[in-house]
């Protein structure tokens, strides 16, 4: 039994993954000409910081079998906003990014599950109206964020290897695995997106999970975007689509399936500390930009295959017709 759930592909994968790339940052010293520190642990963990609300709010929706593209959208907007509004009290303009992200799930989640449409062309469709909304409040322009007591504080070492940002983020992932775990959302997400009809029939109120879902997903990502503008001391109205590449890459190394139904909060942190070690060989070694995507492609490429369902029968059925014929037992000689 403990085999079995061992071979499970959300706790396979994710060690899988994220014991390759601890052993290929262990290992940069041998074929690198640098030496590590515990500054390169503690810059792991400020990636991990930077794109670990972003790959937990699109894994949440991921295991609900949706797919929220939103994310980045929301994640811009809700540092322009922390950045606008809290300059004077810093709380402020955390509260106006959560909320706005929450808001906006909600709206999000009531279009999906009320209308029942796919999620990917109306997430497509916010996400390119958010980035016009983060652009036209902010002219285009990068805004800098003047509270440098702030700045200074989210990225403070804590225990060496820490910062406040950090932590908050290792937080919200023990926090998603312990309400997962832990409580009938983890179990009924996991249910509608294994198998929605089932579900409905079951007697789970899919629309009210899929409505919250969105709004976690939109909350999470506007507070990523607050973090982010805190520690940068500004907010830029275009991140670009790199950060939805590395939190969906996270997602997927992480375990969970793009089909739903599969997946858990600590297996996502896995998948994004996997990334963000990648992350930190390439600055270490220097290396360019495009090693580091080959080696993300890479990665995701051997995940894949391993998570292949007919790779999985198929060896079945190998391992099935290899096996030797079972030997009768010998008769008995009066």
């Known amino acids: 039994m403990r085999r079995l759930r061992l071979a499970r592909p959300e706790l396979l994968l994710p060690l899988t993954a994220f014991g390759l790339t601890l052993v290929v940052f262990l290992l940069t010293p041998t074929w690198a000409d640098v030496e590590l520190s515990s500054f390169d642990v503690y810059n792991t963990l400020q990636i991990l910081a930077r794109l670990g609300p972003l ?3 699109l894994g949440l929706t991921m295991i609900a079998g949706e797919f929220d593209l939103s994310v980045v959208g929301t994640y811009a907007l809700g540092g322009m906003l922390t950045v606008q509004l809290g300059q004077d009290d810093w ?7 959560v909320g706005t992200g929450a808001a906006i799930g909600l709206v999000q989640g009531a279009l999906i599950a009320g209308l029942r449409l796919p999620s990917m062309p109306v997430t497509l469709a916010t996400y390119i109206a958010l980035l016009g ?3 036209a409040l902010s002219d285009g322009l990068t805004k800098t964020y003047s509270n440098i007591d702030v700045t200074l504080w989210v990225d403070q ?3 060496t290897v820490f910062s406040p940002r950090s932590l908050i983020t290792l937080g919200l992932f023990a926090l998603a695995a312990l309400l997962l775990a832990g409580s009938r959302w983890g179990r009924e997400l996991r249910a509608i997106g294994g198998d929605r009809r089932a579900s409905r029939v079951a007697g789970v109120r899919v629309g009210r999970l899929l409505v919250a879902t969105f709004a976690a997903s939109g909350a999470l990502s506007g507070l990523g975007g607050a973090l982010l503008s805190f520690s940068l001391g500004s907010a830029n109205p275009d991140p670009g689509v790199q950060p939805l590449i590395l939190a969906a890459a996270a997602a997927l190394l992480g375990g969970v399936s793009l089909a739903g139904g599969r997946g858990a909060p600590l297996g996502l942190l896995a998948g994004i500390l ?11 070694a220097a290396l360019p930009s495009y090693v580091t995507q080959l080696f993300y492609a890479a990665l995701l490429g051997v995940i894949v295959v391993v998570d292949a369902p007919d790779l999985h029968a198929g060896v079945t059925r190998l391992r099935t017709h290899l096996r030797p014929p079972p030997v009768p ?3 008995e000689t009066p």
Not at 91 to 97: K, S, T, Y
Not at 274 to 284: R, W
Request: aromatic residues 0%; negative net charge; charged residues 10%.
């Open 133 to 135: 909304l983060t652009s």
């Open 157 to 159: 070492p804590v225990l």
């Open 55 to 57: 790959a937990l709010a």
């Open 91 to 97: 709380r402020v303009g955390l509260l106006a990014a």
């Open 274 to 284: 996997a990334v963000a070690l990648l992350a930190e060989v390439a600055t270490v």
């Open 329 to 331: 037992p010998a008769e």
